[in-house]
């Protein structure tokens, strides 16, 4: 069946550059979007980019210039890396399954557990 | 960027009872290739978020047929036919029309 897992550290420092992993089972990174969405505490759900079944990537403007989305197929993991983080990047990090209609960005179909991350000094 | 807005329901709602969710957005989700690009997920306490409906109004593999989606290219409705509960939660609206992917700030569900 379909599984993404997330893993990273939990605590960051202010300026460091956060790094996290999605595990992806039951399907192909080269058949399908995987995306990253962010969850403040207690508040909303943010997408913040997606990288592709081709290799190419979109990016959320708001961290667009200190986010990048890249993948190792041969291990089925996507990986997240933010730079210069601050206490507002606090929140759970969520890797999802991202389907795509034709030209539609569309919706994401299966997410993982989450992981949470903690920006403090 | 594409505006979702949810309204709020009249929480504490008693169990059994069927209540509608409603988002609306700031563009038409309406596309040429006739799909309405918006999808609702559900986020149990705890639990990340799981994938209700998309495209307006079909139903995700597994999810009860308790869920319904409907609406026009701006406002949508999503039903819960006697609520349960295990519905207990907050629901998000999305759009998937188009780049960046926006959310609803939610709508959370109690149940009395």
């Known amino acids: 069946q379909v599984q993404l897992k997330e893993s990273g550290p939990g605590l960051m420092q202010p300026s460091e550059t956060l790094s996290l992993t999605c595990t992806v089972s039951?399907?192909?990174?080269?058949?399908?979007?995987v995306g990253w969405v962010r969850q403040p505490l207690g508040k909303g759900l943010v997408w913040m980019g997606t990288?592709?079944?081709?290799?190419?990537?979109n990016y959320n403007s708001a961290v667009q210039s200190r986010l990048s989305i890249s993948r190792d197929t041969s291990k089925s993991q996507v990986f997240l890396k933010m730079n210069s983080l601050q206490p507002e990047d606090t929140g759970t990090y969520y890797c999802?399954?991202?389907?795509?209609?034709?030209?539609?960005?569309?919706?994401?179909?299966?997410w993982g557990q989450g992981v949470m991350v903690t920006v403090s000094s | 960027d594409i505006v979702m807005t949810q309204g709020a329901l009249p929480n504490p709602v008693p169990s059994g009872e069927s209540v509608s969710i409603t988002c609306r957005s700031s563009?038409?989700?309406?596309?040429?290739?006739?799909?309405?690009?918006l999808n609702w997920y559900l986020q149990r306490p705890g639990q990340s978020p799981q994938l209700l409906i998309y495209?307006?109004?079909t139903r995700a593999s597994g999810v009860s047929d308790r869920f319904s989606g409907s609406g026009s290219g701006t406002d949508f409705t999503l039903k819960i036919s006697g609520v349960e509960a295990e519905d207990v939660g907050v629901y998000y609206c999305?759009?998937?029309?188009?780049?960046?992917?926006?959310f609803g700030s939610g709508t959370k569900l109690e149940i009395k």
């Open positions: 990288i592709w079944a081709g290799g190419s990537t």
């Open positions: 999802a399954r991202h389907v795509r209609s034709g030209t539609r960005v569309s919706h994401f179909d299966y």
């Open positions: 999305q759009q998937g029309l188009e780049f960046p992917l926006t």
């Open positions: 563009k038409s989700l309406l596309y040429s290739d006739g799909k309405t690009y």
């Open positions: 039951g399907f192909s990174l080269t058949s399908n979007g």
């Open positions: 495209w307006m109004s």
